[in-house]
């Protein structure tokens, strides 16, 4: 598998969780760890492969170290780069915007040249509106422990099966 790296907050409890899992379940494929409070843009382009968790916060907002690191990403190329996204909501408390930092993450690393992968069925959710719904899909992965914890794992592990898939494809 070519460069990977996974970008996420150390500071997110819930989030670390689930990248343990996602790493876990890589098994020998090496994930390399980049912390999204500190990160540089120079440090994350040598990556093919990137892995973004993006929860979503404030009413369908990016948490603040995203905000925060997207300046220094604005006028990079993402060509030739797959980036794959995914994300904690709650579709209970806040379901008009459903996971939308998947959304807004996946639109600023599109309009870069990144080709997203990893997209989902938005099947076995109930929401009202997301800003990262593309037809009948999820532009990444939506965990929500809140309200369907019990689900997580198994929306882990197949979500890893179909990223080894895609980060290894030529295309
Ligand atoms: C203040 C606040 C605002 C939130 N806003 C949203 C939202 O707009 N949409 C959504 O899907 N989830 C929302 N959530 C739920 C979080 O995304 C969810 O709890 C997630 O697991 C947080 O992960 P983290 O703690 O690792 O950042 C919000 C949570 C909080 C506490």
Same mark, same amino acid.
């Given at each position: 598998?070519?460069?990977?790296?996974?970008?996420?907050?150390?500071?997110?409890?819930?989030?670390?969780?689930?990248?343990?899992?996602?790493?876990?379940?890589?098994?020998?494929?090496?994930?390399?760890?980049?912390?999204?409070?500190?990160?540089?843009?120079?440090?994350?382009?040598?990556?093919? %492969?990137?892995?973004?968790?993006?929860?979503?916060?404030?009413?369908?907002?990016?948490? +603040?170290?995203?905000?925060?690191?997207?300046?220094?990403?604005?006028?990079?190329?993402?060509?030739? *780069? *797959?980036?794959?996204?995914?994300?904690?909501? %709650?579709?209970?408390?806040?379901?008009?915007?459903?996971?939308?930092?998947?959304?807004?993450?996946?639109?600023?690393?599109?309009?870069?040249?990144?080709?997203?992968?990893?997209?989902?069925?938005?099947?076995?959710?109930?929401?009202?509106?997301?800003?990262?719904?593309?037809? %009948?899909?999820?532009?990444?992965?939506?965990?929500?422990?809140? +309200?369907?914890?019990?689900?997580?794992?198994?929306?882990?592990?197949?979500?890893?099966?179909?990223? *080894?898939?895609?980060?290894?494809?030529? *295309?």
């Amino acid at each position: 598998m070519k460069k990977t790296a996974i970008i996420y907050s150390y500071r997110s409890v819930k989030t670390r969780q689930q990248v343990q899992k996602i790493i876990h379940q890589f098994g020998d494929d090496p994930i390399e760890q980049l912390d999204a409070d500190s990160v540089t843009g120079d440090a994350i382009m040598p990556y093919t %492969n990137l892995i973004l968790a993006v929860p979503t916060w404030f009413d369908g907002e990016l948490p +603040n170290y995203w905000d925060e690191l997207l300046p220094d990403l604005e006028e990079r190329n993402f060509k030739g *780069k *797959k980036v794959a996204i995914f994300g904690g909501g %709650n579709q209970r408390d806040y379901p008009e915007n459903f996971v939308d930092g998947i959304g807004i993450m996946a639109q600023f690393m599109e309009q870069r040249g990144a080709k997203l992968v990893g997209f989902t069925s938005t099947e076995g959710y109930s929401f009202e509106s997301s800003r990262a719904v593309r037809g %009948n899909e999820f532009m990444g992965l939506a965990i929500d422990v809140e +309200n369907q914890s019990a689900l997580t794992d198994s929306r882990i592990e197949k979500w890893v099966l179909s990223l *080894k898939i895609a980060f290894d494809s030529k *295309k």
